[in-house]
């Protein structure tokens, strides 16, 4: 049942994964200095140690060299289901924006809603992925991006790769969904006989029967995804891969003509997992640099409160 789970949450996480697996304290907004490594994702535990929400980075990059000091971008970091409030303020956030760029494999300019689907590019991979984010949905009592995000706004710009251009770099780069979830698998395997505080089948098993079970196995999912990085690794290799290196690509190269065109205040909407790829664009390409991070909660992983129940006695 491990391998099982790791593998799960391996599949659910290909979009939405993070640079580093430490758990820090909460804080709306850091000022980050150089020597720092960004963060994407994380876990917020409380003053006793608990861990109470899965946080997601919101980090803000200038010019360096303060010129233009109008022109700022914003990676707001995603994870593909969330509880709903946390949705409700992206929306709100994103109506601050000149342009939201926004991942989506499909056809150029394509809408969430619209028809998007290109026979030749493999929908039933998509359809599986989508199947399994949609199951965390329904097993965590989380809702899905793609139901609550407006992607209608008139901000909105698609800034990803279509099927066939998806399908094509996996075949320059001899890839398969077969070869990534063999990948995932092993790594999976190999992080399950090195850690010590990986996901038992005791664990599952106590959390399943819990009293407060959609509270418990959130702690695991959210664990796991954490600690996801040899994952993106592997899946990456020495040369990038489609999934996150070909569209972090494509990303950027969008992000510069909506700078062409004039527009100031950006914001790149991706998966955690591809942030770390934008961010050093950004740096390298664009000349830009880290200014501060505002952390949100996604998941709230408090334990609910429990009502006391009164005991009431018949009367004689």
């Known amino acids: ?25 909460n804080s709306k907004a850091v000022v980050v200095t150089s020597d720092q490594k960004t963060e994407f994702l994380r876990i917020h535990k409380d003053t006793n140690g608990v861990a109470s929400a899965l946080q997601l980075a919101n980090a803000r990059y200038i010019p360096e060299d303060g010129a233009a000091n109008d022109l700022y971008v914003d990676l707001i970091s995603a994870v593909h289901v ?3 409030s946390y949705y409700e303020n992206l929306n709100e956030l994103f109506k601050t924006y ?21 026979k030749s590019t493999g929908d039933k991979n998509k359809s599986l992925i989508s199947s399994l984010q949609r199951g965390m949905q329904n097993i965590l009592g989380l809702t899905f991006q793609l139901d609550e995000i407006d992607y209608s706004a008139s901000n909105f710009v698609h800034a990803d ?16 969904f077969l ?5 995932v698998w092993l790594v999976g395997m190999q992080q399950q006989a090195a850690n010590k505080n990986a996901a038992t089948d005791a664990k599952l098993l106590l959390a399943l029967f819990s009293p407060t079970r959609e509270r418990d196995l959130k702690v695991i999912a959210a664990q796991q995804i954490i600690e996801m990085r040899p994952t993106i690794d592997a899946l ?23 700078i062409d065109k004039g527009h100031k205040k950006l914001a790149i909407f991706y998966g955690a997992a591809h942030m770390p790829g934008i961010e050093e664009g950004l ?15 996604g998941w709230d992983l408090r334990a609910p409160l429990v009502e006391a129940t009164a005991v009431v006695e018949n009367a004689p």
Do not use: C
Request: net charge negative; aromatic share 8%; hydrophobic share 40%.
């Open 82 to 84: 969330a509880d709903k």
């Open 236 to 258: 990456e290799g020495e040369n990038g891969s489609t999934i996150i290196t070909t569209r972090n690509l494509k990303a950027l190269q969008v992000l510069r003509q909506e």
């Open 161 to 176: 790769i279509s099927p066939t251009d998806f399908k094509r770099s996996m075949a320059e780069k001899g890839e398969s």
């Open 283 to 297: 740096i390298e390409e664009f000349g830009m640099t880290l200014e501060h991070i505002n952390w949100v909660d």
């Open 98 to 118: 000149d342009v939201v760029l926004y991942e989506l494999v499909a056809p150029k300019g394509t809408r969430v809603g619209e028809n998007a689907g290109d």
């Open 179 to 183: 070869s990534m979830l063999l990948k």
């Open 1 to 25: 049942m491990k391998y099982t789970l790791v593998l799960f949450f391996s599949l659910f996480s290909l979009h939405s994964l993070q640079t580093s697996a430490q758990e820090t304290q």
